[in-house]
């Protein structure tokens, strides 16, 4: 368990606090790039950090994420006029450009220079693999951007979904992390739950996500694996005789991770912004290093029974949420499911949102299988404690180290997971 000061020190994010201040030193998703698609479109409202802002593609196609209060007299610059450059408040007229300069106050005398001693806050911005990527950190600290393999792939190799969602980033993080989870709250009953035996008149739409080892084994022995990155995590579990089954998460500072993935597919990458302390938004990345995504992979993420969810086209609420307790079917619970919940992201939105929107975790009691919920906090904790003594994380430094990939194979139980799984480890595009 944590202490109360523990807690609150990873799951406060606003101005001002450690965990904010460390966030504010990463280049973090901030939205899709499709939300402000072209030149001069509409203006975007967004929060992070439990900061109101408004992101913009100004007429050269650069963007803007800026304040959303003007700093006249307040008004939104959500309500902005996207022109010539610049977003332009609809009060009085003044208008900013992307890096925060007023660039004309047109209540104002011709002759004045007040319009030079005004900016709004703005923030540096790329949009980089279909996303825009905002630093937030002090001005004139940027940092180094993460190397993540997507972010260099053309868009046919990668597909993106974002949500919103109704808890602490950080109970999201340890969710990702947790690989004793799977044999239980995305599994089925009777038979093997994870193939067909035994399958009722229920509609099954989690067969084929795992393999048989996950049902026959549920409970994987873990190690922990330090890296410039963060930590590797190793589930392990009985596969054929002399063999283990791997599954390789990645935990990447300050909110990533990657879940494992079979060697030679698709890789998948979950990003965990805070948006309030009590509130988040979720980012899930699926890609192919080597090829376009098929029609069969990108099928199979628009059946939204794995880690991607449909979501509102406009709000990205999800549409099996808290409001509607996710659609359970109580029938389908009796008879093959174990949860009655339709899809492995909308499971985990359940236990996920269901500890509250900041969960205490001074009152929980951790086992052996929490191994790497432990060790991501004590990651972050260091991680806090380093840049409040004047250290910088070494990954903000040197983004060539989140190139990296996750991993799910058998080895021989003589074989070191990380010398066994190396070469599938490391991105190589």
Request: proline content about 7%.
């Amino acid at each position: 368990m944590l202490r109360l000061e523990e807690n609150a020190r990873l799951t406060q994010t606003g101005p001002g606090t450690p965990m904010g201040n460390l966030l504010r030193r990463y280049w973090l998703p901030a939205l899709k790039a499709s939300e402000i698609p072209s030149p001069d479109s509409p203006p975007v409202r967004l929060q992070l950090l439990s900061e109101n802002l408004v992101a913009f593609r100004d007429t050269n196609g650069g963007i803007g994420i800026v304040a959303e209060n003007c700093p006249h007299r307040g008004a939104s610059l959500f309500f902005g006029r996207n022109e010539e450059s610049g977003l332009r408040c609809v009060y009085h007229g003044w208008k900013f450009d992307t890096s925060g300069a007023c660039v004309d106050m047109p209540n104002e005398p011709s002759e004045s220079n007040f319009k030079h001693k005004v900016r709004v806050t703005a923030y540096p911005a790329r949009e980089a693999g279909g996303l825009i990527w905002v630093y937030m950190g002090p001005a004139g600290t940027e940092t180094a951007m993460p190397e993540l393999e997507w972010l260099g792939l053309p868009s046919d190799h990668f597909y993106i979904t974002k949500r919103y969602q109704r808890c602490n980033y950080l109970q999201n993080v340890e969710g990702e992390l947790d690989s004793s989870h799977v044999s239980y709250l995305h599994s089925r009953i009777g038979g093997n739950a994870y193939d067909d035996v035994n399958k009722n008149k229920y509609d099954d739409p989690n067969k084929g996500q795992f393999p048989s080892y996950m049902a026959t084994d549920k409970s994987p022995v873990f190690t922990i694996a330090e890296t410039p990155y963060g930590f590797a995590v190793g589930a392990r579990r009985n596969a054929e005789v002399d063999s283990y089954y791997w599954r390789i998460t990645q935990f990447l500072m300050p909110s990533y991770t990657m879940i494992p993935a079979p060697v030679g597919g698709p890789v998948s990458f979950t990003g965990a912004v805070p948006v309030r302390d009590d509130y988040m938004v979720g980012f899930t990345v699926t890609w192919h290093p080597d090829r376009p995504l098929n029609s069969d992979e990108i099928g199979q993420i628009e059946m939204w029974t794995g880690i991607h969810t449909e979501v509102d086209p406009v709000t990205f609420q999800p549409l099996r949420n808290k409001d509607n307790d996710y659609l359970i079917d109580r029938q389908a619970q009796k008879a093959w499911s174990f949860t009655g919940i339709r899809g492995i992201r909308e499971q985990d939105l359940a236990v996920q949102e269901g500890m509250g929107p900041i969960y205490d975790r001074s009152k929980e009691r951790l086992g052996t299988s929490d191994t790497a919920i432990i060790a991501a906090r004590r990651r972050i904790l260091r991680a806090l404690k380093d840049l409040e003594d004047g250290r910088l994380p070494y990954e903000v430094q040197d983004g060539s180290v989140y190139r990296i990939r996750s991993a799910a194979l058998v080895l021989p139980r003589s074989v070191p997971f990380l010398e066994g799984a190396k070469e599938a480890l490391v991105a190589t595009t």
